[in-house]
C-alpha cells in the first residue's frame, strides 16, 4: 500500500471520531503544515519517476481535496453544534408583554362627518364651510325669520354683543345663504359643522353638529328631495331598505315644509334602524323659500330646489349605539377609547363606510 | 296645544278611531306630542288591606305592613302613619308609581335597612284630599271585597298634546284642529251653534283705543255683563279645564278659558265695578307699574300697550291681567275685553318683561281679527247660562279695519314643486274646507285668505297647504344622479381630513370640546387676542369664545388626570377665534401629551414625555402633510404659554413670515396654577390657514428620480461651540458647503460638563459624503474634510475638538 493511500485511511479514521476544534487544527497542520504529511508528500513529486509523476499527482490531489472536505465539514458540524448548544440557552418567555404601541382614536363625529361627505359626494354634492359667528342677517333674516318673529324662540341664541346683531350659528342653514350669494345656481353642497343653542339637558347640548344640504337647479321638486334623503339614510345606516316617512312640519326658510322620520324597533335592548313600528325624527328639510331666494338673489322664475338640515350627533348615536349626546363633549378618556376610530379607518365608497 | 278627543268631537263629525284621528294629526302637519290621560296613570293605586304590623327594628315610629294587594303573595311596606294597623282598608302605590302631590317616582327603597316594596298613601298624597294625617281608610262595607282592585276608576279622558308650529295659529284652538281634519277627510266639520242672546241695553261704557305711531291694540270688542252670580263651574267645564292641565278657578274664569281654548280666541274679564269710570288703550310711559296676575309687579317701559283706567293700568293688553279689577266669586258685574292685538308689540312686550301666558302666545302668532265679535257671543252667551245676568249690546272700538287678503294662484305652479299632480277639482275642494274662498279666473285661482291664517301670503304657502292636506305620501321618490360636477372636498377640507387622522395615527385620541370655555383658563392662552365674551353665556364657566386650541384642552386633560389616567395624548381640530365678527376665526389643531413614555415597562426604561416628543409629532405631521424636512426651519420664539426655554416654533421655509405651528412644553407655572398633576405636559399646534397657499398638488412636487452608485463615505467631528448656539444652523452650515456631496448631517451627541468650557458645548456630527461621478478617493475626502472644519471654524466660532 502506498503512503498515500495509508495517510488517507489513517486521517480518515481520525478525522470521524469525536473532535474539538483543537484536535481538528491539530490534524490540519499534521496533514498540510508545513511538515505535514501530504505537504510532504507533494515534496517528493520531484523524486517521482517521469512515467509515473502524473498519477502521483492526480493521487495526491485526490487525497488532498478529500481530507480537506472532511476537515472543513468537520469544521462546520462543530459550528452548528455550538450554535444549537448556544441557542439553548437563549430561550425568552414569548409570551412577556410586546413593545407597547399607541394608537390614537377618532372622534365618533368626526368619523360620521367623513361617511356623510363619502355618501353625498357619490351623488354630486361638494362640501361648503362657514364661520361658526354669524350675523343676525344670514342666521335668521336672510332665512325669512324676520326680527319679533315667534319662530325665532325656535332657536335659543348665544349672542356676541348687546345689540344682538352677533351671534354663534343656531344652524348650519347660513352656509346656504353665503354659497349663494357668493355664486351662481345651480348649487349642490353640504355643509357640515359646529352649531350653538343656549340649552343644556340630557338630550342637548349647548354645542352640536349638523350637516346642511342644498341643491337648487332647474326643476329640483320634492321628489328629488325625497330620493336623495331616502338614499342618503339607506346608505348611512347600511341597509337595503328603510321605512321613512315625510311629516308635514315648518321652518321659515323652506315651504313645504317636512320633518323626516324613520322607523325602528327595540330588539334585547338594542334600538335597530328601519324597521319596526316606532318612529323617530331625524331631519329637516324642504323646498327652500322663495323668499330666501330672493335674498339671495336667486331668479326664482328659473331656479328652486331643496334644503336639508341633519342632526350628526344624533346620527352617529343611533348608528353606533351611543346613548348620551352630552357624552361626545365631555372628553372622558374611556369614553373615546371606547367609542373611538381607528384613524386608518377612513370611510369611502369603494371600501365601505365601515367596517 | 291640549284638548281631549270628546271635545274635539264638539266640533267633528267623525266615524274614526282615536288612534286614526292621532295618525290623520300627524300627516297633516299637526305634531302630536302626547296621547295620554291627563293627570297620573291610574292603574298604579291599588286597593289593599293590612294583614299585620310590627315595629321597624331600627326606628320607633315606623313599622313594617304585610300588605295584601290581591296578588298571590303579600308584600312588606315600611309606613310611618300611625292609623296603620291589622285590618285596615288602604291605597298602596307599587314601586314605579308616581305619586300625584310630589311627582315623586317609586322604587324598591331600604328604609332604616329594612326593604319597602311601595308605599301606603294618605288622601293628600293622592290629591284626593288635604287630609295628610295618617294613611287613607277606606270603609270594609264598600271596599273589602275589591281588594287587589284599581282605587281610580280610569275616567280620566285621555288628552292630546299637540306641538303646533308658530306659523298655524289657528290650531291652537280645538275648532281650528277640527276644521284641518275634516279636510283632510278625517270627518266634517260641525256647523257652529247659532246661540240666541237677548240684549239689554245697559248704561254705556266708554272704551278708548289711543291713536299712537306704536299703538299695539287695533281693535277692542267689549260687552257689559251686570248682575251676574260668578260660582264654581258647573261638571262639563271643570271637566274640559282639567283636561288641559288647568285649574279650575271660577265660572267666569274658566270661562274665558275655554273659549281661548275652544275658538283660539282670548278673552279678559274685569271687574266693572272696580274700574275707574272708563277704558284707555294706550302706550306706557317710562316707570309705570302695576301688580299683574301672577301676583308679580312689572315695571314698565315706554310704549307697551296698556289698558287702563283713570286710576292707571289694569293691564298688559293681550299678555296678564292686573289684580286691581280682577273678577272674583263675588262679581256682580263684568267688563268682557276680546280685543286684536299686533303681533310684533306683543312679542317686544312680553320680552322685555319676561312674561309668557296663553294669551301672548297666542297674540303674538296672530288671532283671528274676525273673531272678536264671535267669541263676545260665546262667552257672554256661557256667562247668562251660568252665572246669570243681563248682556249689554257689543261695543267694538276700531283703529284700523282688518281686510282678507287675496292671492292668485296658478294650479300648476303645485306639480311644479311637489312632483305630483292633483286634479283642479281637488285643489279648490281642499281650499274650500280649509276656508278659503276660491274664485276660478282664467288658468288661475282668485283665492281669499281666512282671517285666520295670518302665515298666508304668497302661492308657495297655498302649495304647502294643499301637500299638507293631500298629504306627503303622494310625493315620488325619484332616485339621486350619480354624477359629479366639483370635487366634493376643497385643497383645506382635504388638508383637515388629512391632519385630523395623521395626528391620530401618532397616539392622540380626538376629542370635541365646546367653542367656547372659561374665561379664567382662556387667558392663560389669549396672548394678545381680544377676549370675545358671550352675552348670554350657559353658565359663567362658559362666558367666552376659545382664543386658543388648549384652553379646552388643558381643563379636560386635568379632568382625565384627575381620573386617573396618567400618560395621555389629546387633540382636537377646530376654530379658534380672533374677534366676534364672522370669519375672525382660524382653524387650528392642537395636542396635548401628559406624563411618561413607557411606564411601568417590564423592558424599557420610562422617561418623561418632553419637547422633542411635541417637536416630533409636529414634524412628523407637517412631513406627512407633504412638506420637506429639510425646508423646515425652527425658531425658539413662541407665545408665553409655552415653557420659554423648552418650546419652538415652525416655519415651512426660512423664508416665511409667519410659523405654521408651536410646539414644546407647556409654562410651568401654568401647569401649576391650573392645578394639573403630571409629570411633565407638552403640546402642539398648527394653524391651517397659514399652510394655505404654500403647497403644490403633491403629484407635482416629486423631483426627477436620480441616485448615486458610487462609494459614499462617512465622516465623523465633533465641534466646541458657544453653548447658545443653534444646531439647526451648524448642520446648515455644513450642509451649504457643498450640496451635491454632503448627503445627509445627523447630530449623534450633544455634550456639556468635564472637558468643556462651562459657556460650551461639544457637537458631534455624522457626514455621509457621496459623488454622482465617481468613487471619491482619499485625497477628496481630505480636501472636504477640511473644507469642512474650516468653513465651520470661520462661521460658527466653534472649534474642531482634537
Avoid at chain 2, 296578588?71 to 310611618?80: D, I, L, Q
Avoid at chain 2, 282688518?402 to 300648476?412: D, G, R
Wanted: charged share 30%.
Amino acid at each position: 500500500m502506498s503512503d498515500i493511500k495509508k495517510i488517507k485511511r489513517e486521517y480518515l479514521e481520525k478525522l470521524n471520531r469525536e473532535l474539538n476544534q483543537d484536535s481538528i487544527n491539530q490534524i490540519k497542520t499534521e496533514l498540510f503544515g508545513k511538515n505535514g504529511s501530504i505537504s510532504n508528500e507533494f515534496k517528493k513529486l520531484g523524486s517521482v519517476a517521469v512515467e509515473e509523476r502524473k498519477k502521483f499527482a492526480a493521487d495526491l490531489n485526490l487525497v488532498k481535496e478529500e481530507l480537506q472536505e472532511k476537515i472543513s465539514k468537520k469544521f462546520h458540524e462543530l459550528e452548528i453544534k455550538e450554535i444549537n448548544e448556544k441557542l439553548k440557552n437563549e430561550k425568552v418567555d414569548v409570551t412577556l408583554p410586546e413593545r407597547s404601541f399607541e394608537q390614537g382614536k377618532i372622534h365618533p363625529v368626526s368619523q360620521v362627518i367623513d361617511e356623510i361627505s363619502s355618501i353625498f359626494s357619490e351623488i354630486g354634492f361638494s362640501v361648503e364651510e362657514g364661520p361658526d359667528v354669524e350675523n343676525e342677517y344670514n342666521n335668521f333674516t336672510a332665512l325669512n325669520t324676520p326680527d319679533n318673529h315667534p319662530a325665532r324662540d325656535m332657536h335659543d341664541t348665544f349672542y356676541l354683543d348687546n345689540e344682538k346683531k352677533l351671534l354663534l350659528r343656531t344652524h348650519t342653514s347660513p352656509v346656504q345663504v353665503r354659497t349663494m350669494l357668493k355664486g351662481k345656481p345651480p348649487f349642490k353642497i353640504i355643509a357640515p359643522g359646529r352649531t350653538y343653542r343656549s340649552d343644556s339637558d340630557q338630550t342637548h347640548a349647548p354645542m352640536f353638529h349638523q350637516v346642511e344640504g342644498l341643491h337648487i337647479d332647474k326643476n329640483i321638486n320634492m321628489g328629488h328631495l325625497k330620493g336623495c334623503l331616502n338614499y342618503f339614510i339607506k346608505e348611512f345606516f347600511e341597509v337595503d331598505k328603510i321605512k321613512m316617512r315625510f311629516r308635514p312640519s315648518h321652518f321659515p326658510f323652506t315651504e313645504p315644509s317636512a320633518e323626516v322620520d324613520i322607523g325602528y324597533e327595540i330588539k334585547d335592548g338594542k334600538i335597530v334602524i328601519g324597521e319596526g313600528d316606532k318612529w323617530l325624527e331625524i331631519l329637516g328639510c324642504g323646498m327652500v323659500h322663495p323668499n330666501v331666494l330672493k335674498n339671495v338673489k336667486v331668479d326664482t322664475s328659473k331656479f328652486q330646489g331643496y334644503a336639508f338640515g341633519i342632526g350628526i350627533d344624533r346620527l352617529g348615536m343611533l348608528k353606533y349605539g351611543i346613548n348620551d349626546l352630552r357624552a361626545f363633549f365631555e372628553t372622558d378618556y374611556r369614553w373615546i377609547n371606547h367609542f373611538g376610530f381607528d384613524p386608518l379607518d377612513v370611510p369611502s365608497n369603494y371600501r365601505g363606510l365601515s367596517r | 296645544m291640549k284638548f281631549t278627543i270628546d271635545w274635539l268631537k264638539d266640533h267633528l263629525d267623525t266615524k274614526l278611531k282615536d288612534t286614526q284621528i292621532i295618525e290623520k294629526l300627524t300627516d297633516i302637519g299637526l305634531e302630536v306630542e302626547s296621547f295620554q290621560s291627563s293627570s297620573f296613570d291610574t292603574d298604579n293605586f291599588i286597593i289593599a288591606k293590612i294583614l299585620s304590623t310590627e315595629k321597624h327594628p331600627n326606628a320607633d315610629k315606623l313599622k313594617i305592613c304585610e300588605v295584601d294587594i290581591g296578588k298571590e303573595n303579600t308584600v312588606k311596606v315600611v309606613c310611618g302613619a300611625p292609623n296603620a294597623r291589622k285590618n285596615l282598608l288602604t291605597i298602596y302605590a307599587g314601586p314605579g308609581s308616581i305619586i300625584p302631590k310630589s311627582q315623586v317616582k317609586l322604587s324598591v327603597s331600604k328604609i332604616r335597612g329594612v326593604t319597602s316594596y311601595g308605599m301606603l298613601c294618605s288622601e293628600s298624597e293622592l290629591n284626593i284630599s288635604e287630609e295628610s294625617e295618617g294613611i287613607t281608610e277606606l270603609l270594609d262595607k264598600k271596599y273589602l271585597n275589591i281588594v287587589g282592585k284599581n282605587f281610580f276608576k280610569n275616567n280620566n279622558p285621555k288628552v292630546v298634546d299637540l306641538s303646533i308650529t308658530p306659523n298655524r295659529p289657528d290650531c291652537l284652538g280645538v275648532r281650528g284642529v277640527a276644521r284641518d281634519l275634516a279636510a283632510s277627510g278625517a270627518g266634517k266639520l260641525k256647523e257652529d251653534v247659532k246661540r240666541k242672546l237677548k240684549f239689554k241695553d245697559a248704561t254705556k261704557f266708554k272704551v278708548t283705543i289711543t291713536k299712537h305711531k306704536n299703538q299695539g291694540c287695533t281693535m277692542f270688542g267689549s260687552s257689559l255683563i251686570t248682575g251676574v252670580t260668578n260660582k264654581e263651574s258647573p261638571k262639563w267645564l271643570k271637566e274640559k279645564i282639567l283636561s288641559l292641565g288647568q285649574k279650575p278657578i271660577s265660572a267666569i274664569v274658566d270661562i274665558t278659558n275655554y273659549v281661548m281654548f275652544d275658538m283660539n280666541r282670548p278673552l279678559h274679564a274685569y271687574d266693572l265695578d272696580k274700574i275707574d269710570k272708563e277704558i284707555i288703550v294706550r302706550n306706557s310711559l317710562t316707570g309705570e307699574s302695576f301688580q299683574a296676575l301672577d301676583n308679580k309687579e312689572y315695571k314698565l317701559e315706554e310704549d307697551m300697550c296698556v289698558i287702563s283706567d283713570r286710576s292707571g293700568i289694569l293691564g298688559l293688553g293681550g299678555i296678564i291681567g292686573g289684580t286691581r279689577t280682577g273678577t272674583e266669586l263675588n262679581t256682580k258685574n263684568i267688563l268682557l275685553e276680546s280685543a286684536y292685538f299686533e303681533p310684533r308689540s306683543i312679542r317686544k312686550t312680553s320680552k322685555k318683561l319676561n312674561i309668557d301666558t296663553d294669551a301672548k302666545f297666542r297674540f303674538e302668532r296672530g288671532i283671528d281679527p274676525e273673531s272678536i265679535e264671535e267669541g263676545l257671543k260665546k262667552a257672554a252667551y256661557l256667562i247668562k247660562e251660568i252665572c246669570g245676568g243681563e248682556v249689554s249690546k257689543f261695543d267694538i272700538q276700531k283703529i284700523k279695519s282688518s281686510k282678507k287678503n287675496q292671492i292668485n294662484f296658478k294650479t300648476s305652479l303645485f306639480e311644479k314643486i311637489t312632483g305630483f299632480s292633483v286634479s283642479d277639482k281637488e285643489i279648490v275642494k281642499i281650499l274650500n274646507e280649509i276656508g278659503f274662498e276660491v274664485k276660478p279666473l282664467k288658468g288661475l285661482l282668485k283665492l281669499s285668505i281666512p282671517t285666520w291664517r295670518p302665515d298666508i301670503s304668497q302661492p308657495i304657502d297655498i302649495v304647502e297647504e294643499i301637500v299638507r292636506i293631500k298629504g306627503f305620501a303622494n310625493i315620488k321618490t325619484i332616485e339621486p344622479e350619480k354624477n359629479r360636477i366639483k370635487p366634493t372636498l376643497n385643497k383645506q377640507q382635504k388638508l383637515f381630513h388629512f391632519i385630523q387622522r395623521s395626528v391620530a395615527s401618532k397616539g392622540y385620541y380626538e376629542t370635541v370640546t365646546w367653542s367656547f370655555t372659561d374665561s379664567k383658563i382662556n387667558k392663560f392662552f389669549k396672548e394678545e387676542k381680544k377676549e370675545i365674551q358671550i352675552i348670554n353665556p350657559i353658565s359663567s364657566d362658559l362666558n367666552v369664545l376659545r382664543n386658543s386650541i388648549f384652553s379646552n384642552l388643558a381643563f379636560y386633560t386635568k379632568k382625565n388626570l384627575d381620573r386617573g389616567f396618567k400618560d395621555m395624548s389629546l387633540f382636537e381640530i377646530g376654530p379658534v377665534f380672533l374677534g366676534n365678527n364672522p370669519g375672525e376665526q382660524l382653524t387650528v389643531i392642537g395636542g396635548l401629551r401628559s406624563g411618561k413614555i413607557s411606564r411601568l415597562n417590564w423592558n424599557e426604561k420610562d422617561r418623561i414625555v418632553d419637547v422633542f416628543d411635541a417637536k416630533r409629532d409636529t414634524i412628523q405631521t407637517l412631513i406627512e402633510v407633504g412638506f420637506n424636512r429639510n425646508k423646515i426651519f425652527i425658531d425658539d420664539k413662541t407665545p408665553s404659554y409655552y415653557h420659554p426655554g423648552k418650546s419652538g416654533s415652525i416655519y415651512l421655509s426660512k423664508e416665511e413670515d409667519n410659523p405654521v405651528a408651536f410646539f414644546g412644553e407647556i409654562h410651568p407655572n401654568i401647569i401649576k396654577k391650573l392645578d394639573i398633576k403630571t409629570e411633565s405636559l407638552v403640546g402642539f399646534e398648527i394653524y391651517l390657514d397659514y399652510i394655505k397657499e404654500t403647497k403644490k398638488k403633491l403629484k407635482d412636487q416629486k423631483s426627477q428620480y436620480k441616485q448615486s452608485d458610487f462609494q459614499k463615505s462617512e465622516r465623523d467631528f465633533a465641534f466646541v461651540i458657544d453653548k447658545y448656539f443653534k444646531v439647526q444652523e451648524l448642520v446648515e452650515i455644513i450642509t451649504n458647503i457643498d450640496k451635491q456631496l454632503i448627503k445627509s448631517v445627523k447630530v449623534f451627541d450633544v455634550y456639556e460638563g468635564e472637558n468643556i468650557p462651562s459657556d460650551k458645548k461639544s457637537i458631534a456630527l455624522n457626514v455621509t459624503i457621496q459623488s454622482f461621478d465617481k468613487t471619491l478617493n482619499e485625497n477628496d475626502l481630505e480636501k472636504l474634510n477640511n473644507l469642512i472644519i474650516s468653513t465651520v471654524e470661520l462661521k460658527s466660532g466653534a472649534k474642531i475638538r482634537s
